[in-house]
């Protein structure tokens, strides 16, 4: 739980940086598992819908100590980014001015360059680590060029099953293993589809505001594939959009402000959810914050813990072991390419490209840590807009 509490609090830059992060901390310092053993919970979790960091974190949890475990280092994930995004959120409607609010944009405009840097070096690590034959390399280009040009959330699960077939036919090269009977743990997979109609249906006859919330965001987390990079525009559309909920402007800013956010993504819900709620005062904003980091968060967590113990007892078969090189393959592209979509809406100054590529070498070739970049970046801000 120390370990687990650390990394939240050191935790920027995405999935992808966390993953890297999750095997400088449990692999290589704790030897809570192997290297093969985290990239298999990390491939699973990119075939499930929801947030794949924080499913592999509680994936990991429940290994090695069980649901209840599990849960409780997935709510010492979850916490700080909790308590920071709806911060945010009751800053953005009590700290009145608009000049302020421009100040808060200004000061974390060097987020999303330091961001690419920390998806950059992550992206590295994963290849270095995952891509050690010629079909890995062949895959990882398909699956980056795909994953860049074909912009749509239901393409991470096709890549990711088509990668495992191809490499599933090499099964051959590997030896037989005892097989043990399955067991699925159903409950889990009847719990959700519980909630999902019922909260929906709750929802429907209360129109309380609280319980569409937790019905939107459940919803939201149940459908979506492939991260945070795929839900923000999700949210934008049902929220912004549509819904008008929150404006344009107060969505990117509390987009800007995320990147100085560690811990999960999805937390970014918290931030919508608390805004939603601006009109029932401070308690209703916390509320609406809880409702919806519950809601986008519960669904990820019931697929692991419905899908981990099968998924142990599935990957002894050779043909599966034999996917996971396709498969960690393709991650090793999407992470190449979510350098690159993260890239695209950052201004291409010369500062930006100097912060990108300073942040990228000082975690490749220092002991800096990027808790201490991401400081660095929002005081030299600080001093951007008040010098």
């Given at each position: 739980?120390?370990?687990?509490?650390?990394?939240?609090?050191?935790?920027?830059?995405?999935?992808?940086?966390?993953?890297a992060l999750f095997l400088k901390i449990f692999v290589e310092k704790r030897r809570y598992l192997t290297e093969n053993e985290l990239m298999e919970i990390h491939a699973l979790c990119q075939l499930l819908p929801?947030?794949?960091?924080?499913?592999?974190?509680?994936?990991?949890?429940?290994?090695?100590?069980?649901?209840?475990?599990?849960?409780?280092?997935?709510?010492?994930?979850?916490?700080?980014?909790?308590?920071?995004?709806?911060?945010?959120?009751?800053?953005?409607?009590?700290?009145?001015?608009?000049?302020?609010?421009?100040?808060?944009?200004?000061?974390?405009?060097?987020?999303?360059?330091?961001?690419?840097?920390?998806?950059?070096?992550?992206?590295?690590?994963?290849?270095?680590?995952?891509?050690?034959?010629?079909?890995?390399?062949?895959?990882?280009?398909?699956?980056?060029?795909?994953?860049?040009?074909?912009?749509?959330?239901?393409?991470?699960?096709?890549?990711?099953?088509?990668?495992?077939?191809?490499?599933?036919?090499?099964?051959?090269?590997?030896?037989?293993?005892?097989?043990?009977?399955?067991?699925?743990?159903?409950?889990?997979?009847?719990?959700?589809?519980?909630?999902?109609?019922?909260?929906?249906?709750?929802?429907?006859?209360?129109?309380?505001?609280?319980?569409?919330?937790?019905?939107?965001?459940?919803?939201?987390?149940?459908?979506?594939?492939?991260?945070?990079?795929?839900?923000?525009?999700?949210?934008?559309?049902?929220?912004?959009?549509?819904?008008?909920?929150?404006?344009?402007?107060?969505?990117?800013?509390?987009?800007?402000?995320?990147?100085?956010?560690?811990?999960?993504?999805?937390?970014?819900?918290?931030?919508?959810?608390?805004?939603?709620?601006?009109?029932?005062?401070?308690?209703?904003?916390?509320?609406?914050?809880?409702?919806?980091?519950?809601?986008?968060?519960?669904?990820?967590?019931?697929?692991?813990?419905?899908?981990?113990?099968?998924?142990?007892?599935?990957?002894k078969y050779r043909p599966v072991k034999a996917s996971l090189e396709g498969i960690y393959a393709a991650s090793a592209g999407l992470a190449i390419a979510a350098v690159f979509l993260l890239w695209e809406p950052?201004?291409?100054?010369?500062?930006?490209?100097?912060?990108?590529?300073?942040?990228?070498?000082?975690?490749?070739?220092?002991?800096?840590?990027?808790?201490?970049?991401?400081?660095?970046?929002?005081l030299a801000g600080w001093l951007m807009v008040n010098y």
């Open positions: 739980m120390r370990d687990v509490a650390w990394l939240t609090l050191s935790a920027f830059g995405g999935p992808q940086a966390h993953v929801g947030p794949s960091s924080t499913q592999t974190l509680t994936a990991i949890a429940y290994k090695k100590g069980g649901g209840l475990f599990a849960l409780l280092c997935l709510s010492i994930w979850l916490l700080p980014a909790f308590g920071m995004v709806t911060s945010f959120a009751l800053m953005l409607v009590f700290w009145q001015g608009e000049e302020k609010n421009i100040n808060l944009w200004a000061y974390t405009q060097l987020m999303q360059p330091i961001a690419v840097g920390l998806v950059a070096h992550a992206g590295w690590v994963i290849v270095r680590k995952l891509v050690q034959t010629r079909e890995a390399v062949l895959i990882m280009l398909i699956a980056a060029v795909a994953a860049y040009f074909l912009r749509t959330p239901f393409l991470l699960p096709v890549l990711m099953v088509l990668s495992g077939v191809a490499t599933s036919l090499k099964y051959r090269d590997f030896v037989r293993e005892e097989k043990t009977a399955f067991t699925v743990k159903w409950k889990y997979l009847i719990l959700f589809v519980v909630l999902f109609v019922g909260i929906a249906a709750l929802g429907g006859i209360t129109r309380l505001l609280p319980i569409r919330l937790l019905e939107n965001f459940y919803r939201n987390g149940a459908l979506v594939f492939g991260g945070g990079q795929v839900l923000v525009p999700v949210l934008y559309n049902e929220f912004v959009a549509f819904k008008h909920y929150l404006s344009s402007a107060e969505f990117i800013s509390g987009y800007a402000l995320l990147q100085v956010v560690p811990g999960p993504v999805f937390s970014f819900a918290g931030y919508i959810g608390a805004l939603t709620m601006r009109h029932q005062g401070i308690a209703g904003m916390i509320l609406g914050s809880l409702m919806a980091t519950i809601g986008i968060n519960l669904p990820g967590t019931l697929f692991i813990f419905f899908a981990y113990p099968f998924w142990e007892q599935l990957k950052v201004p291409h100054t010369s500062l930006n490209i100097s912060v990108a590529a300073i942040t990228f070498l000082l975690l490749q070739c220092t002991r800096i840590s990027a808790p201490l970049i991401v400081a660095a970046g929002i």
